[in-house]
């Protein structure tokens, strides 16, 4: 059930490969740009020598013409280089976060065990945008690469000595750059981690803020989150600090460099070696060099970065599936014949089910979490240790996830709604055109309506917030209803309504199946009033079948039984 493996710097390579013509193109026009800067001081020179030194007017109007020209040239190479480059850093980080994506929505599932929300939505901003900025570094570094050696064989044509000069020590300076950018990576690393998990515990307490401020642990959800974020705080200042140190170093090897370039040029100026526009000429160089210089140093700290974020990015899209992904899967016209045989999961030990076509099927679970477990389960969202489940006499192995959550759809306890509107989530999993009012009626979301200012156009905000918990049930359990799926796996639809609603909502689901033949409903719960409209139920107590009859027959059979569902 493993993934590709993919590699941090495979990822940093297909997203450079994948802009390759905007790279190029800002790469050539950056280029341009470098080389023209390179000649402003050379034409300044030139000017100097033939129009300055001789009192040449007409040839200094000529001289300064051409370098207004050249001013005009470098001005819009850079302009549209930078274009091309942005370009590409969008189109890279873009393209990434679209992968990202499809792998967290893949149908076996697995990128999101053991990583909050808030981590994949930093994956998915911060990281996906310094790895796509590695494109537009890579730009910038051609280019000053570009003016480096332009200028060094300008120097060279001025003086052998100051071209070698720089020829020999910008090599030095970009691996020492190259090296000092190593303990930024590193830390880098460990500050995009500690702000991803931050950002999911921010997001994970504000999601459950209701709960909180119910059960009076607001200030141990602040104690937690403020401990979280000093130890993000402390990473993010290591990282700068390496930065800082990283930008201080470089700066400072630059800032040697360019003065024996400059002592060197001087003392050869002072010699007759070189004549005064040349002089100026190398002196400008010079100057120069520290442009390129320093954006060859960004390059360095901007590779370190995009290549510690690469590698998280690179472990998402490596997760192992949560599920395996098969072959394709028997459409809507499914019968939808549904088998678990022997099934071990998460407590559970050797169960079985078989619904019948058209059966409501009740299943009692003593254990919560044994619940949560067949939930997760039959929603392909885990496998089984052992024991098997099969969809039309075939292994769901065999079939892929997604066609098999269209036949079986399991509608968790916990289920979110959208932004939206209270008719937008029902009508969310529903086939076009469906009428969605007999679904409503039956989930008891038709009162709800009736209740709301704005009716079925009212907005229900993010995850439903706008909503009380059993409005939110409600909607959840309408979605699910108008989606009339082959098979409909429902746990504990009604935990947070009232009695004489939820029996409403028991009568109303049992008549809503009833209409399509050959529907089959599982319900997973122990509430008396969904079970009594059950044909029959599947008592499980301790992790293993008990009996399976009527309810009425198990409230009289086991003692067990009705404490745990009559109590």
Known sequence: ??????????????????????????????????????????????????????????????????????????????????????????????????????????????????????????????????????????????????????????????????????????????????????????????????????SGVAADLVAGLRVLKGIGAVPAAVGRYRDTSQASLAATLRAARAEAWQNGLTTGLIGVFIAVVALVGGRLAAEGDVGLGELVAAVGLALFLISPLQTLAWVNAELAQGRASAARIAEVLSSPHAVPVGGPVPGRASGGVLRLRDVHVGGLRGFDLEPLPGEVLGVAVTDPAHAVALVRCLGRETEPEAGGIELDGVSVTALDPAGVRRVVLVAAHDADLFDGTVAENIMAGAPAETDITAAMAAAGADELVHSLPEGAGQQVGERGRFLSGGQRQRVALARALAADPPVLVLHDPTTAVDTVTEARIATGLRALRAEQPGRVTVLITTSPALLAVTDRVVWVDGGRTVDTAPHDELVQRHSSYRSAVLA
């Open 1 to 198: 059930m493993r993934t590709t493996e993919v590699s941090g710097r495979q990822v940093l390579w297909r997203a450079v490969a994948g802009q390759r013509r905007n790279v190029a193109v800002a790469a050539v026009l950056g280029a341009v740009h470098q080389a023209a800067e390179v000649f402003v001081p050379v034409l300044i020179g030139v000017v100097v020598d033939r129009a300055v030194a001789t009192g040449d007017g007409d040839g200094m109007v000529r001289w300064l013409l051409v370098l207004a020209l050249v001013y005009v040239g470098l001005s819009l190479s850079f302009r549209l280089g930078a274009r091309a480059g942005e370009r590409a850093a969008e189109r890279s980080a873009h393209g990434l976060r679209i992968r990202l994506v499809d792998r967290v929505l893949a149908p076996g599932g697995g990128a999101d065990e053991g990583r909050l929300p808030g981590v994949l939505a930093s994956v998915a901003t911060e990281d996906t945008r310094r790895v796509g900025a590695v494109s537009m570094a890579m730009t910038l570094g051609i280019g000053a690469a570009m003016g480096l050696l332009v200028g060094a064989v300008v120097l060279l044509r001025i003086s052998p000595a100051l071209g070698l000069l720089v020829l020999l020590g910008v090599p030095v300076i970009l691996v020492l750059g190259h090296y000092l950018s190593k303990p930024l990576e590193r830390r880098s690393a460990a500050e995009q981690e500690r702000a991803a998990h931050a």
